[in-house]
């Protein structure tokens, strides 16, 4: 006979997830680093009381916004490099819809998450409940459908047994590498609450380990067949080499071949920046040692990328028209994408394989060697744009230059919205593997605070130094509170240029009048100057606004001593980016305007488009 123990389902979920480990040098760890928690009356009493019987075990943390925890959940996921995770419960209706941008995030990043939002009552009887949102022709339909389009894995728990088979699916997804993102399970209120008796085996420890798939035969018989052929071999390195762990064969293989590396946002820090072969930032927000490979390369091994259009130029950046692309990764959809040649694998087992039926070939010297030439000259044109200045406005690329200097290349740097992730992506020189945290996935403003707070959470011995513009801060940052509250120091930067700067600059470069993007230029009866520095001392943070860059770096070295979370605030010009190296990006000009400057971008435009691969 089966044992049993009668647990609510609730109390069984949280059991189950307390249960789960996984294995970080040779130790085995709780695979969920916690439970965020904002309770409702949707999930405070089934829920809550569960969370409250593992605490110990599995600590419950509380935030002050549904979306913001969820991004520090994520980011929690991405330092450690997916190998371990943490799930988020909130009540029904707001406090659920909340969590669904943020499920967006994890979703288009790859990145684990377990969402956990409290849903409408499965027996009906209280119809309509407070928060319960009535759709006239669908009796099954709640507001947490919402989630199913950005869900990897979409259930609701109607009956209590019902979440064996879902736990079940939702570690299947969380920890395998292809099918890794957001995990949904939304759980009625009143089966959060009933008694099942559960074999006591659903609660036994369980070790989860990342699954390497090695390359098939043939496919990589074709992809060594096409790399001993180049003649201009490109590697682009992809959030994948992080989250694989792949650094090392990667620095293996191209330096055995002498193949210059390019990195994507989501990979950058894959080598370190002084790395010889690394040429830094591809693309749209690429270098321009980077992007002149990139133009010219015949054979590019894209490791561990979705090739999303910064990274391709919007699919113009790679001109040579023989050249063949190879797709390494462990998602076949992005293995495959644009005609590519499949190698559908682990990173790391894909490098270390391709390396072994490599040995002994090299690239072209002459390739080589030129990839190294470009890359002083970038480093010349990247150290005159990030120099000291006595400007009252500086650009973000000095106040990058400052950020450096002053915390050099040993902290883990978080960004996601605004001009930065440009400038950041050129300019930073990243360190160790993961030191360099963007969320340019989906680029949402307000991931910065919270997601440096997940980011703090995997890597407690570390300076965790988030940027943010003013936009992003005022869009999100209630978590400056949860980190002083939880003693988890953040050094944030906060680049005040009273607006979106980017997308004005983006208006203009379109044609468009200067409109509803810097505070100046938004319908106002009052020009507003929001006190930064106030706001978040209000919060908890020490705060300081600065009136230079010598005096931001005094700062910064001061707040390395800090043990409390740090706000520093710099006004900066919001029409400044650098110049050097980037390309083209395909941003919709329209067809016919009254405005001549349009129709001028849109001639410009269509000029650029004729660049632009179909297909191929
Ligand atoms: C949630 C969200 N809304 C809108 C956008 C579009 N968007 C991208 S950057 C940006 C402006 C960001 O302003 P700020 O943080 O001040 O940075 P700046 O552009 O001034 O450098 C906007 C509105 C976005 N990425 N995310
Ligand atoms: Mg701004």
Known sequence: MTKTVRLTMAQALTRFLSRQMTEIDGRNVPIFGGVWAIFGHGNVAGVGEALYQVRDELPTFRAHNEQAMVHAAIAYGKANFRRRFMAATTSIGPGALNMVTAAALA???????LLLPGDVFANRLPDPVLQQAEDFSDGTASVNDCFRPV??????ITRPEQIIPALNRAMQVLTDPAECGPVTLSLCQDVQAEAYDYPESLFAERVWTPRRLRPDRHELAAAVAALK?????????????????ASGELAKLVQGAGIPVCETQGGKSSLPDD?????AAVGVTGTSAANRLAEEADVVLAVGTRLQDFTTGSWALFKNAGRTIIGLNTQVFDAGKHWALPLVADAAEGLAELNAALKG????????????????EWQAAAAKVTASTNAAYPSDAQVIGAVQ?????GVTLLHAAGGLPGELHKLWQAGAPGSYHAEYGFSTMGYEIAGGLGVKMAKPDQE???MVGDGSYLMLNSEIATSVMLGLKLTIVLLDNRGYGCINRLQMATGGANFNNLLKDARHEVMPDVDFA??????????????????????????RGNDKTTVLVIDTDPLLSTEAGGHWWDVAVPEVSSRSEVNAARKAYEDKKQMQSIGD
């Not at 979703?107 to 998450?113: A, K, M, S, Y």
């Not at 070939?361 to 002083?376: F, S, V």
């Not at 200097?405 to 290349?409: D, E, L, Q, T």
């Not at 106030?534 to 931001?552: R, T, W």
């Open 151 to 156: 869900s990897r894995y979409f259930d609701r």
């Open 464 to 466: 965790v130094v988030v």
């Open 405 to 409: 200097r002053a915390m050099g290349s």
């Open 534 to 559: 106030a706001h978040a001392a209000s919060l908890g943070a020490v705060a300081e606004k600065v009136a230079s860059i010598a005096e931001l770096e005094t700062a910064l070295a001061k707040a």
């Open 107 to 113: 979703h288009v990043n790859r990145l684990p998450v």
């Open 361 to 376: 070939w090299k690239a072209p010297t002459a390739w080589t060697d030129n990839a190294l030439k470009g890359k002083t």
């Open 229 to 245: 052929g180049a003649k201009k071999p490109l590697v682009i390195a992809g959030g994948g080499v992080l989250y694989s762990q």
């Open 275 to 279: 790395h010889p072969l690394n040429m």
